[in-house]
């Protein structure tokens, strides 16, 4: 029978009844057997926690390295391979913070800075999908508020099985629920994401959450515990059991029918706590009133108080019966593992302590000092000391719990399928060739889970709250702006394609670069900084690890080749449903700056007599498309090829073509190629097109082939010209397709078809509806868990 967190933190507790395993205790029962391998922790790693303290560790100690130690936690199978966005990193001279911290930081003027990063709430959200998405939105948005920031908006790239299969049905409207629950409640605009379905995520659905903040530029906070003698306080919500074991127990669980025991491992949120917390905290900053801060997510107590002392290389004297608990029957370690929600640990100074909880209590917010920063005189400088009662029962070198955990260099090998996989060419597979079968396969497309309208989805978030959001989803893009007085704003897009990481992995990743790149790009805005999340199933597998290390590979030399860094990001290990690992799914981030968004390009058409100009050369690359899958269930082949300087080229015109007011609208091509692009930019403002494919393509490829480093343009008739010279000065292929046709009110293909808006909406809207419309209300509220089998590392 399996073990679950409540029976572990049970046969802990039974193992030291007579009270609390203290580190003298330690000393005197050193050969004890300790259950370290429930918690996560090999024969090896178990030893050597024994030679760093000189004796067995605590209950404490013990679950302390067990979360520390995790994969989630200490990346120690993907440390060797992240180290080659450092290394391969281009200058810049906007990036104030980036890999290490909780979010890189970007400046973007002479005053402001901006942060952003993007993380994954996978497994909390299949086991408990309101809660688990709830919280990731929380985690992340403490993480930009941990940096000085405030938040201001959040984006939600989402994956999940095939879309008409029940578990989908009992997920999906949890998490939108959650995500949109969180995220309104604390007032921040919901503006872009993805929604994609693939049976690869049935039963290991993929919440990954992105949330963006500004700040003065000179206003970035640290996190070092600076000054011995200063003061530890820990502020926000009362620490209960939710989350114990959150991240260390699901990290190397297995779900299975008895998965309903672990659903207390779920953390519970609470969005008004957190709004409180968060103007809490900027008050603090802007008053210059404490000496570091860090967030309190995964491990808790356990690793805000470790990150932080070993990043100053000081110590610490913490008094846990000083933490406010929710059930005063917690037990040490129990405190310590907590991954109870809305709460920061602060670094004071004593002489502005009495300000900080002044502070606090303004907001109605709990703080308590828990402890202080210890001095350099003090025996046990250098050390984390936390007492209970009065006795020791954690002393330990906190380093060695946030920096020095093992690192893993695994074994690696191409999956043995690849050959194969990448032989069975979808150019090779039966395709539509009368006009009749082009039309009835545009629909088709347009009507699919992955291409389909997603508002049903979208108008559960507030995208315009504060009123700064200028472009939203569906957009290619959200653009916020910044400053009232300047017009200066911010671009953000998040990508992904498992199915073609699956086929290449290295071409994947760069390929969600790319399209992230061009996304941006396309609303007018410069790209300039990139972060990620990278999900993957166990790197146990060498043919996993070798997907990793290629999807690495390659999103570093992209972005080298691109000119823009890497920030910061997430591993997400261990996404598999029993023993087949989820396609690998490398999702990435691009920041843009635009100067002022009154330049901003939407993505509709909506002039009368606009030329339409496709960007860049089509080529026939049909294996890894919507239309294979759609049409054949078909996933074979290798994707299409990635040509980063065409892309920058692609770029440069775009954005300098917004600034100078040569377009009305633009959209990028990829997921389902021009068609999928002229359906989108007809159903944004319900306006017609007539468009005439190039005499030298042949129609389905012209339609459906996924060429890279392409987009379609709406150009004013006044400006044709002028973007034509633009275009011939970057050196970029371009040609006239068709004009913006409001009147009729359809789209038209010449020599082919034509759809009216209104067959065209009714195919492209109504797919979501039908599948989740009627399980609304009872998919949000049940959280039970399906049977099933999945492993997750949060």
Known sequence: MSTTPADETSELSLRYHEGPDTVAWALETSDDDQPYAQLGLRDDEYAKIRQILGRRPTQSELAMYSIMWSE?????????????????????????????????????????????????????????????????????????????????????????????????????????????????????????????????????????????????????????ADGPGNIVVLMGAKTGRDGIGGVSVLASATFD?????????????????????IEACLELYDRQLIVGVQDLGGAGLTCALTETSAAAGTGMRIDLNAVPLREPSMEPHEVLASESQERMLLIVAPDRLAEVLTVAKKWGVIATPIGRVTPAAEPETGRLIVTWNGEVV??????????????????????????????????????????????????????????????WVTEQYDRYVQGNTVLAQPEDAGVLRLDDH?????????????????????????????????????????????????NFGSPEDPAVMWQFAEAVRG????????????????????????????????????????????????????????????????????????????????LGGRPPKVNLVRERILANVLTSAAKLGHLSAAHDVSEGGLAQT??????????????????????????????????????????????????????????????????????EVRGQFTIPLDELKAAWSGTLPALFAAGDAAGAADATVAPGSATDPE
């Open 72 to 224: 989630h936690c200490s990346y120690k199978s993907s440390k060797v391979h992240l180290r080659q966005f450092a290394e391969k990193a281009p200058s810049s001279d906007r990036l104030l913070a980036g890999m290490g911290e909780n979010a890189g930081v970007v400046k973007i003027s002479d005053d402001l800075a901006v942060t952003f990063k993007v993380e994954s709430h996978n497994h909390p959200s299949f086991v408990e999908p309101y809660q688990g998405a709830a919280t990731g939105v929380g985690g992340i948005v403490r993480d930009i508020l941990a940096m000085g920031a405030r938040p201001i908006a959040v984006m939600d790239p989402l994956r999940f099985g095939a879309a008409e299969h029940p578990d989908t049905a009992r997920v999906l409207p949890g998490i939108v629920a959650g995500i949109g629950g969180y995220g309104n409640c604390l007032g921040l605009p919901n503006i872009g994401g993805e929604l994609v379905f693939d049976p690869c995520y049935q039963g290991n659905p993929l919440v990954n959450a992105l949330c963006i903040g500004v700040l003065p530029a000179d206003r970035l906070q640290r996190k070092e």
């Open 257 to 277: 029918d008895e998965s309903e025991h672990r659903r207390p491992s779920v953390q519970v949120g609470d969005p008004f706590t957190e709004k409180l917390l």
């Open 394 to 455: 954690v002393d330990v070198p906190p380093e060695s719990l946030a920096d020095d955990g093992p690192v893993y260099n695994r074994p690696m090998r191409e999956p043995g399928d690849l050959i194969l996989l990448q032989a069975d060419r979808a150019e090779t597979l039966p395709r539509p060739k009368t006009p009749d079968e082009l039309r009835e396969t545009l629909l088709r497309l347009a009507a699919s889970p992955n291409l389909c309208d997603k508002t």
């Open 486 to 534: 300047s017009g200066l704003g911010i671009a953000l897009s998040t990508d992904g394609n498992g199915r073609y990481a699956r086929l290449d992995p290295g071409e994947g990743a760069k390929l969600a670069l790319a399209e992230a790149y061009r996304n941006v790009a396309t609303t007018g805005a410069v790209p300039v900084a990139v972060t990620n999340c990278l």
């Open 555 to 634: 999103l570093a030399d992209g972005c080298a080749e691109l000119g823009i860094p890497v920030t910061g990001g997430n591993v997400s290990f261990y996404n598999s449903t029993g023993a087949a690992a989820i396609n690998p799914t490398p999702v990435v981030g691009v920041l843009g700056v635009i100067g002022d968004v009154a330049n901003r390009v939407p993505m509709g058409v909506r002039q009368d007599g606009d030329i339409l100009v496709l960007l860049g050369e089509t080529r026939e690359e049909i294996s890894g498309s919507e239309w294979a899958w759609v049409t054949h269930g078909h």
């Open 678 to 747: 002229l359906v989108e930019c007809c159903t944004r403002q319900d306006t017609g097109v007539t468009v005439a494919l190039p005499d030298d393509l042949d129609a389905f490829v012209a339609l459906f082939s996924e060429t890279t480093a392409r987009a379609l343009v709406a150009v004013p008739r006044k400006h044709e010209k002028a973007f034509q010279a633009l275009c011939r000065e970057h050196g970029l292929p371009q040609t006239t397709i068709g004009v913006v046709d409001a009147q009729q009110r359809a789209l």
